[in-house]
């Protein structure tokens, strides 16, 4: 079992930056790392990005391409995602999941996921 817990969320202006944290417990992230995804209302969940967890190789929706960044801290078992330039269409919840493909941007390529953190930027 693996327990994924989201933070760093919030209400920003357009242009401003967050960083968002998942922290990993139990079994953690798997050789083939992790991902983050977000769902807008009334939109289907849509993948932000992903890494490696061995490699630290990293995978990116054109979407976000060159905003944000993915990383992560193998001693911490944490996997962040530093947004930058944020745009209200960004403006979604942001869940964490574990990978079981790399690299995936399909939701059924993960099986483990957070309960989601809000994060919302005001134009």
């Known amino acids: 079992q693996v327990q994924l817990v989201e933070s760093g969320g919030g209400l920003v202006q357009a242009g401003d930056s967050l960083r968002l944290s998942c922290a990993a417990s139990?079994?953690?992230?798997?050789?083939?790392?992790g991902g983050w995804f977000r769902q807008a209302p009334g939109k289907e969940r849509e993948f932000v990005a992903a890494?490696?967890?061995?490699?630290?190789?990293?995978y990116y929706a054109d979407s976000v391409k060159g905003r944000f960044t993915i990383s992560r801290d193998n001693a911490k078992n944490t996997v962040y995602l530093q947004m930058s330039s944020l745009k209200p269409e960004d403006t979604a919840v942001y869940y964490c999941?574990?990978?079981?493909?790399?690299?995936?941007?399909?939701?059924?390529?993960?099986?483990?996921w957070g309960q989601g953190t809000q994060v919302t930027v005001s134009s």
């Open positions: 999941a574990r990978a079981t493909v790399f690299p995936s941007a399909l939701v059924g390529s993960y099986d483990y």
């Open positions: 139990g079994r953690t992230f798997s050789s083939f790392g």
């Open positions: 890494i490696n967890w061995r490699a630290g190789i990293t």
